[in-house]
T-cell receptor, first 113, second 113 residues
């Protein structure tokens, strides 16, 4: 069965520091992978996605993610975090013919000034 | 606003009452999804429509839940005889057939007291 694991429930970083959020997936075929961000009172916004090709994908707001098939990972990175990046981050894999998303539990990011 | 629209944004209801939520997807989007998100969790798939046809339902969708998309445009999600465990954020998303990204609404937060 498809599944997504985000090992870190909560992370705190200082503004300007680098960030890496971990995501591991379990999926039999070539995965379609996504990172979404959810701010309080806001809907889910797509940061980036991977389908094929270059394993390093660039997204919005300065985020990038690297797909590593050997590690079944799709970790999200940002070189310098801004206070406005404080939010909940979700990794998801697209599954099945109906393209539904299977989600991780999310990582809550806090940013210290 | 041409995004996915959900109404109401918030709903407080007494246990045992029926509630109905509405989702207006992005115009011409064939696919429509409903997800449920409880506090501290990632979204969980509930059901999927392709045009007016409901093609998949999660086992999470008990017989108290029903969803419709009568004309292949807007969709409604009804919960009968609400229970406290139904308290959650109900998210709607839409996408084009064959497209890779699903766009999410801001959700309807249900509180059952």
């Amino acid at each position: 069965a498809q599944s997504v694991t985000q090992p870190d429930i909560h992370i705190t970083v200082s503004e300007g520091a680098s960030l890496e959020l971990r995501c591991n997936y379990s999926y039999g075929a070539t995965p379609y992978l996504f990172w979404y961000v959810q701010s309080p009172g806001q809907g889910l916004q797509l940061l980036l996605k991977y389908f094929s090709g270059d394993t390093l994908v660039q997204g919005i707001k300065g985020f990038e993610a690297e797909f590593k098939r050997s590690q079944s990972s799709f970790n999200l990175r940002k070189p310098s975090v801004h206070w406005s990046d404080a939010a909940e981050y979700f990794c998801a894999v697209r599954a099945g013919n109906n393209r539904k998303l299977i989600w991780g539990l999310g990582t809550s990011l806090a940013v210290n000034p | 606003d041409t995004g996915v629209s959900q109404n109401p944004r918030h709903k407080i209801t007494k246990r045992g009452q029926n509630v109905t939520f509405r989702c207006d997807p992005i115009s011409e989007h064939n696919r429509l999804y409903w997800y449920r998100q409880t506090l501290g969790q990632g979204p969980e798939f509930l059901t999927y429509f392709q045009n007016e046809a409901q093609l998949e339902k999660s086992r999470l969708l008990s017989d108290r839940f029903s969803a419709e998309r009568p004309k292949g445009s807007f969709s409604t999600l009804e919960i009968q005889r609400t229970e406290q465990g139904d308290s959650a954020m109900y998210l709607c998303a839409s996408s084009l057939l064959g497209d890779t990204e699903a766009f999410f609404g801001q959700g309807t937060r249900l509180t059952v007291v």
